[in-house]
Nanobody, 118 residues
Framework: QVQLVESGGGLVQAGGSLRLSCAASGSIFSINAMGWYRQAPGKQRELVATFISGGRTNYADSVKGRFTISRDNAKNTLYLQMNSLKPEDTAVYYC????????????WGQGTQVTVSS
């Protein structure tokens, strides 16, 4: 069973930056597409960035140009560099497999809280 541990969140002013990390156990990390998700209070969890084996990335329109997803297979770690943060980026951020109809999520980690003040 894959275990996921997110870290790097915090309180930052609008326009600031944070770098999130997701440490994953299990050798399947390097061969699976991964994603960063976020859930704001009262809202559904949404996918914000994906990293697909081979280095392809995709982003939600709301974060495109501001967030960068990357992965270090040697360290089994997924990253999310977040720049030009906005108050609407405030949420709990999670990493997981890229969830599809054929790929169920791994057990969710505790997430990391990102709070952006205006």
């Amino acid at each position: 069973q894959v275990q996921l541990v997110e870290s790097g969140g915090g309180l930052v002013q609008a326009g600031g930056s944070l770098r999130l990390s997701c440490a994953a156990s299990g050798s399947i990390f390097s061969i699976n597409a991964m994603g960063w998700y976020r859930q704001a209070p009262g809202k559904q969890r949404e996918l914000v960035a994906t990293f697909i084996s081979g280095g392809r990335t995709n982003y939600a329109d709301s974060v495109k140009g501001r967030f960068t997803i990357s992965r270090d297979n040697a360290k089994n770690t997924l990253y999310l560099q977040m720049n030009s943060l906005k108050p609407e980026d405030t949420a709990v951020y999670y990493c997981n497999a890229l969830i599809t109809s054929n790929v169920p999520p791994w057990t969710w980690g505790q997430g990391t809280q990102v709070t952006v003040s205006s």
